[in-house]
């Protein structure tokens, strides 16, 4: 398949199998997917949690999921996350870290996508009660948490429509679509002499 149509059915995924479960053997092909990733002076910072099981029900509720969408909250029992992975870095990191978490997420992410698993990318969770529950050694902080599992959801791509809206919405179906804008809107300058 042609990179472009790869990236961009590979979309953020809210709602999954959750009777066909990840094992660990995914989670580590995952992690060794992300382990080859570029990063800022091959310091290879970030560290990584795997969480399936009993631990990946607990650490569900602390997670927040698609805020956008006021009357959905969250994917509803039977179409949860199997599995998590936490992404850590050091305390107080070099701005490039930050950098590396990104691009090791979204590796995860199309990795995930290429064996048909769904990925969400999870800034927005109770980091206190998550970094305990994940024991996490003191000198890292959990950065992202990326849910898993088989993905279940339907999601497309759309232009951005003419009221300039952002905002992800789903239709009658529970299709989710998800704004991105056209690239001459992102190119800003061509310098082609
Ligand atoms: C750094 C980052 C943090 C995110 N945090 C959350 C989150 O806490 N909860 C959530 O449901 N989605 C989260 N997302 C997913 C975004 O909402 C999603 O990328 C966006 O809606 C665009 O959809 P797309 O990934 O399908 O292009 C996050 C994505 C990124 C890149």
Redesign the pocket.
Same mark, same amino acid.
């Given at each position: 398949m042609d990179f472009l149509s790869f990236v961009t059915q590979a %979309? /953020?995924c %809210?709602r999954f199998h959750e009777e066909k479960p990840l094992e660990s053997a995914d989670l580590d092909w995952l992690i060794d997917c992300a382990r080859v990733t570029p990063s800022a002076r091959n310091a290879q910072q970030l560290r990584f949690i795997e969480v399936l099981g009993k631990t990946c029900k607990e650490l569900f509720p602390l /997670?927040?999921? &698609?805020? &956008?969408l006021k009357d959905w909250g969250?994917p509803a029992e039977g179409e949860r996350p199997t599995a998590f992975l936490g992404l850590l870095i050091p305390k107080n990191p070099a701005p490039t870290t930050y950098i590396d978490c990104?691009i090791c &997420? *979204?590796t995860i *992410?199309l990795a995930a996508h290429s064996r048909g698993y769904g990925c969400? $990318? $999870? +800034?927005?969770?109770e980091q206190n009660q998550a970094q305990s529950l994940l024991q996490v050694p003191s000198d890292l902080q959990l950065e992202?948490l990326l849910g898993l599992g088989v993905a279940s959801e339907e999601?497309k791509?759309v232009d951005v429509p003419e009221s300039g809206s952002l905002n992800?919405f789903r239709d009658a179906n529970n299709v989710?679509y998800?704004p +991105?804008r056209a690239r001459e809107e992102l190119i800003i300058a061509r310098f082609v002499d």
């Open positions: %979309r /953020t %809210r /997670t927040h999921w &698609a805020m &956008a969250g990104g &997420a *979204q *992410q969400c $990318i $999870i +800034k927005s969770f992202l999601r791509v992800y989710h998800v +991105k």
